[in-house]
């Protein structure tokens, strides 16, 4: 018997799983069932109705074959046709009260997680709708953000931004990838890439996700003793883009999941530190971020068959994802907001100190032209001084300082310009 309402878990098995599925109809269901497994990873699932019809599908096998183009399994049931009339009485008495069995078979090698829902037709395909557009819009908000990261990029200059947006790309690519969007819309004649394309996804998210976290937080400066080892953390990441062309499945997802829970768990630390020296930034990444390291452990504890599939469990990355990215989008706002704010204060502080400088200028000149005007009046009162001097030398080498009458030099000049005279105008004089 199943132990949990939302599905089967058998952890990382090897084993091949039949499950067993008893119906009963009533006139007032229908006979348009649809059964759900929504678990896109999983490798083989072989589907044996109620009149032996078989169909085979799997994340091994093109998307394209399956019974019905979804992102998860889906098969059509149909309660038995058989007629009553031609089985025993107890067989007649359960195909007249519709009752029927269906069988699958499940075997992957990576987690193995069987979430099962049985659903009418009608309801299956307004649930699908619903649940398209609402992801599709979850999807668009996100890839949205990456851009307008990417345009801030531009702008600033500031790699902050460049890493958000490929951590929010990769973000997008991930869970196209783990909820079967991929394997429907992007390859779905490529089963052998969309086996492997989850582990690659989560491996790019892991990787640009610790960059941006390194950057965001500043560890080089705020926490320098755990910035190498968030590097460290990184490199694992990129590992996993290649470990699952040499490894199987499970080992790999062993590996990201470990290494995921270790590189927040590190994440978290460096917050911390950050935070306590003061920074904003740290606090909306340990509010963004607690939630995600819980979903993610969560998760984990699920995949090796401690926890139970459970709401939190199946949805719980899922939801704290978007929840980080979203958090951490508005923290890089207020980011925006902050250096829009420094960048004032440095204009106003520039302004200032403009006008500081124009006015010592203006003093300096004032002063200057203060010292010109006073150095101007004292060449000229020297000036003045020299003349009314040479005036005096001169009337005392020309006049005798007894009588005060004029001497033989002043006659000798006087006689020297007469005989100029004459000689020029060709005059005589007399003396």
Same mark, same amino acid.
């Given at each position: 018997p199943a132990e949990s309402s939302l599905g089967l878990n058998f952890g990382y098995s090897q084993s091949v799983w039949w499950v067993k599925i008893d $119906?009963?109809?009533?006139? =007032?269901?229908?006979?348009?069932?649809? %059964?759900?497994? !929504?678990?896109?990873?999983?490798?083989?699932?072989?589907?044996?109705?109620?009149?032996?019809?078989?169909?085979?599908?799997?994340?091994?096998?093109?998307a394209a074959s399956r019974p019905i183009l979804h992102r998860h399994f889906v098969f059509p049931v149909f309660p038995s046709r058989i007629s009553p009339g031609s089985l025993p009485n107890g067989e007649a008495n359960s195909a007249a009260n519709g009752r029927s069995t269906i069988y699958l078979r499940i075997a992957s090698e990576g987690i193995l997680i069987v979430p099962l829902t049985l659903w009418q037709s009608a309801a299956f395909y307004?649930?699908?709708?619903?649940?398209?557009?609402?992801?599709?819009?979850?999807?668009?908000?996100?890839?949205?953000?990456?851009?307008?990261? $990417?345009?801030?990029?531009? =702008?600033?200059?500031?790699?902050?931004? %460049?890493?958000? !947006?490929?951590f929010a790309f990769s973000i997008v690519f991930a869970q196209f990838t783990v909820n079967g969007f991929a394997a429907e819309m992007l390859w779905p004649r490529f089963p052998e890439w969309g086996n492997i394309a989850p582990l690659v996804g989560a491996a790019i998210c892991g990787c640009t996700g610790m960059l941006f976290i390194r950057r965001f937080l500043d560890t080089v400066r705020t926490a320098p003793w755990l910035d190498g080892v968030i590097l460290a953390f990184a490199g694992l990441f990129g590992l996993g883009l290649v470990t699952p062309l040499f490894l199987a499945a499970p080992l790999v997802s062993i590996q990201l999941s470990f290494v995921a829970m270790g590189g927040l768990l590190v994440a978290l630390v460096a917050a911390i530190q950050s935070a306590r020296r003061g920074s904003g930034a740290a606090r909306w990444f340990l509010l963004a971020s607690t939630p995600l390291f819980a979903a993610v452990v969560g998760t984990v504890m699920r995949n090796i068959n401690v926890l139970p599939v459970n709401f939190f469990t199946l949805h719980g990355v899922r939801i704290s994802v978007v929840f980080h990215v979203f958090v951490l989008s508005y923290a890089l706002a207020q980011k925006i907001s902050a250096t829009q704010k420094e960048r004032d204060l440095s204009q106003s502080e520039a302004l200032k100190t403009r006008q500081k400088l124009v006015e010592t200028l203006r003093r300096s000149e004032q002063e200057l032209e203060s010292r010109v005007t006073e150095r101007t009046d004292a060449l000229e009162q020297a000036n003045a001084r020299l003349r009314e001097n040479e005036r005096q030398l001169k009337d005392a080498a020309h006049t005798d300082p007894l009588t005060g009458l004029a001497n033989r030099l002043l006659l000798d000049v006087h006689l020297q310009h007469a005989i100029q005279t004459a000689r020029r105008e060709k005059s005589s004089f007399a003396l």
């Open positions: $119906l009963q109809s009533t006139p =007032d269901s229908g006979f348009d069932w649809l %059964l759900e497994v !929504a678990f896109p990873q999983l490798d083989r699932v072989d589907f044996f109705g109620p009149d032996g019809e078989q169909i085979t599908t799997g994340d091994t096998f093109p307004r649930d699908t709708q619903s649940s398209y557009v609402l992801l599709t819009l979850l999807y668009g908000a996100i890839l949205m953000l990456g851009l307008f990261n $990417l345009l801030l990029y531009k =702008d600033f200059d500031d790699s902050v931004y %460049l890493k958000f !947006a490929l």
